[in-house]
């Protein structure tokens, strides 16, 4: 079993930065793929970024390719989400996900993913 806990939302303006933390639960952490999937309101949820257990695979989405940037602390059990010139859409709940399987993770089904967090708001304002 792993639990999710996303901190580090909050109300920037376009253009500013933030970067999200989700810290995980369980002995294996290194073995699990993790992830950061999106859903602003009125839309789907959408995939953003992941990261192999061992940190040496990344992926993201076009339309966040080059802005933001997902790594991990295996020591510490964390999945970091550096969020750099953002913009209004942007603005989203944001979740932490894990699945042994990091093509699950990419989604764009969700119902494969084994775990989430309880999701954390961003904010970007014009």
């Known amino acids: 079993q792993v639990q999710l806990v996303e901190s580090g939302g909050g109300s920037v303006q376009a253009g500013g930065s933030l970067r999200l933390s989700c810290a995980a639960s369980g002995r294996t952490f290194n073995t699990y793929p993790m992830g950061w999937f999106r859903q602003a309101p009125g839309k789907e949820r959408e995939f953003v970024a992941a990261?192999?257990?061992?940190?040496?695979?990344?992926d993201y989405a076009n339309t966040v390719k080059g802005r933001f940037s997902i790594s991990r602390d295996n020591a510490k059990n964390t999945v970091y989400l550096q969020m750099n010139s953002l913009k209004p859409e942007d603005t989203a709940v944001y979740y932490c996900t894990a699945d042994l399987n990091l093509n699950n993770l990419r989604g764009p089904q969700t119902r494969q993913i084994a775990y989430w967090g309880q999701g954390t708001q961003v904010t970007v304002s014009s």
């Open positions: 990261i192999s257990g061992s940190g040496a695979i990344t």
